[in-house]
């Protein structure tokens, strides 16, 4: 299983940022089955602050799936999460950043890293290319909104068609 997760900083009138991330299985065919994507309820000061507001999102995502497959008979070690933001990813390894000003970014913050430490959840950086929860985020069009689009629905034309046209 894997997850990604994304935010947009500022995206809305209002000064909120966009969370948006996947969760499910990636192969030649990917199978994300759970997508989010919405607007924050709360406005982030930086980019690092929306960033780990979507991760912490996904998190919730990502746990509920593996209590899930576990149910199932197919229990998850742990679960890789894709992200762009080197930012907020130093932060989580880390443990760095000043959170004294806000109570909810700080308990968010210490929740996702527990499951850091605890090996549940694995965060790897990725480029923005690649990202497939860059999609659930903002506009895009033509050929990279095509990519993350297949992507995200887990269609490949090579298999489809049989060739690599």
Known sequence: MVS????????HADGKSHSGGVTGFESDTSCYFVCISGKQLVVAKSVGEA????????????????????ELGYPQECVPMYVVSTCAMKMLKQGTGSFRRAKHIKVRFFWMKELINEGKINLIHVPTEELVA??????????????????????NHIMVNGDDN
């Open 4 to 11: 990604a997760s994304d935010a947009s900083h500022g995206e």
């Open 51 to 70: 960033e780990l507001i979507a991760k912490n999102k996904v998190g919730d995502n990502v746990v509920w799936s593996c209590e899930l497959l576990d």
């Open 134 to 155: 860059d999609i659930l985020t903002k506009p895009m069009f033509g050929g990279k909104f095509q990519y993350l689009l297949f992507k995200l629905i887990g269609w």
